[in-house]
Each structure stands twice: as structure tokens, then as C-alpha cells.
């Protein structure tokens, strides 16, 4: 498949997801290629008058930006009791709708508005399915900067070859929170993601993980064949 016809997919699975929004609503705008198109097709129908009186929770600096350049309005999560329907993009998909998150630097912004959503939909291409967490994507770890080598012997001791994620110019990346991403690559998979997770919130230092569990009610799959709509087993 060219690149082209795999855009043109991507935008139909947006454009599916960008119709569950309605007037009124609080939506989270996810951050990544696929999630751009959903956000693009709500300016628009924002600005056709097909929807009214929405408001956007952004989770990066770079969904703010495309956000208001569409005259989206936008909210701060901590103003709102919830949110009816979060639109995200994701690194890889399991059977059950589990995910990793967070390659694009934006994983503990996206898990607080996804965890008060309602309605969570995934958006992606059929290359991130898997059949266990862990088997493509790194596992993005979000720690504080104060300290960050002193989890490498703990993720080690959990399986993972660890990499600090670092900026064009070698140095560490600093995330939209201030944050380290500790990018962990499992060699077999994710034995036991729930395990996993338990164990990373309980160690000092680490904010997050990119394990995104339980969380998602619906994701949109674009392949060659079209898009797929999947719910949550």
C-alpha cells in the first residue's frame, strides 16, 4: 500500500470517529497522524454549524496548536467533571482493546483524559494490532528527572532493555510535562500487563506508564480493506 492510499485511510478512520461527536459535548483530543484527521473533521463541522457548543481538552502542546487553529474551543481537564468522548491514537492494540501509548511524548496528559472519558475511542492503522502488548512498541515509562538511572537495575529486573529517549541533539527529551521517557522493550512481550502496571505505580520517581488498561470502549482500525469499528469484548 503507498503512503497515500495508507493517509487516505487513516482519514476515513478519523472521519468515523470525529461522527460520534455531538453538540454539547466535552471531547478529548487525542495527539498523533491518525488523530489529527478526527480533530481536522470536528473544526469542520464546528465550523459548517453541524456541531455546536463544544469544547476540546487538548492532551499535547501540539493538539492545543492545531485545536485552535480550527477555532476549537478549549477547556482545562481540572475544570471539568468529566469528559463524554476521547478521541486518541494509539502505539499498539490488543484483542481486548488494551494499549500502549506515549511514543509521541504526551502519555500521562493522555491517560488523565482518557481515564475521566466516558467514551474512549482509539484510532489507528492495522499495523498497530497485536496479539500481546509489547510484541512492536516499546513500552514509554514517564519518570522524574531527579534520579532517572536510578530505575534502570529495577526495569531490568522486570524483563525490559531500557532507553533513555533522547532529542535530536542526544540530550534527554523532555516531555509536555516536564518528564523522562524510559522507552522499554520487552524481547517475548508483555507477560502480565496488569502486573507490569501495579509494580511501575508502585516505585518512587515513576509518574506513568504508556499501559493504557481497561481503558478504551472502541477502537477504529484502518487497512487495506477499509476500516474496521472493534468494541471492547
Known amino acids: ?21 455531538e453538540s454539547g459535548m466535552v ?24 456541531l455546536r457548543d463544544v ?5 499535547s502542546l501540539a493538539t492545543e496548536r492545531q485545536a485552535r487553529e480550527l477555532g476549537i474551543p478549549l477547556v482545562d481537564a481540572a475544570d ?23 511514543l509521541g511524548g504526551a502519555l500521562v496528559r493522555e491517560k488523565l483524559v482518557a481515564g475521566s472519558a466516558v467514551r474512549f475511542v482509539v484510532v489507528a492503522d492495522a499495523g498497530k494490532r497485536v496479539s500481546a502488548l509489547g510484541l512492536r512498541s516499546p513500552l514509554p515509562v514517564a519518570v522524574l528527572p531527579f534520579g532517572w538511572r536510578s530505575h534502570l537495575p529495577f526495569l531490568a529486573e522486570l524483563g ?16 509536555d510535562d516536564g ?3 524510559l522507552d522499554c522493550h520487552f524481547p517475548r512481550g ?26 478504551a470502549t472502541d477502537a477504529v482500525i484502518a487497512d487495506e480493506n477499509g476500516v474496521t469499528v472493534l468494541r471492547r469484548p
Open 1 to 21: 500500500m503507498t503512503l497515500a492510499a495508507m493517509e487516505s485511510l487513516k482519514q476515513q478512520a478519523g472521519e468515523t470517529a470525529a461522527g460520534w461527536a
Open 179 to 181: 518528564l523522562y521517557h
Open 160 to 175: 525490559a532493555t531500557v532507553a533513555l529517549r533522547v532529542g535530536p541533539d542526544g540530550s534527554p527529551q523532555l516531555s
Open 80 to 102: 471539568l467533571p468529566s469528559i463524554d468522548l476521547c478521541i486518541d491514537g494509539a502505539d499498539e492494540v490488543d484483542p481486548n482493546l488494551d494499549l500502549i501509548k506515549g
Open 27 to 50: 471531547i478529548g483530543l487525542g495527539t498523533g497522524s491518525t488523530v489529527r484527521h478526527a480533530i481536522a473533521a470536528i473544526g469542520r463541522r464546528l465550523a459548517e454549524g453541524a
Open 190 to 215: 508483555i507477560d502480565d500487563p496488569e502486573l507490569l502496571e501495579m509494580q511501575l505505580k508502585l516505585r518512587p520517581g515513576v509518574v506513568d506508564s504508556g499501559l493504557f488498561l481497561g481503558l
Open 55 to 59: 469544547r476540546g481538552v487538548a492532551t
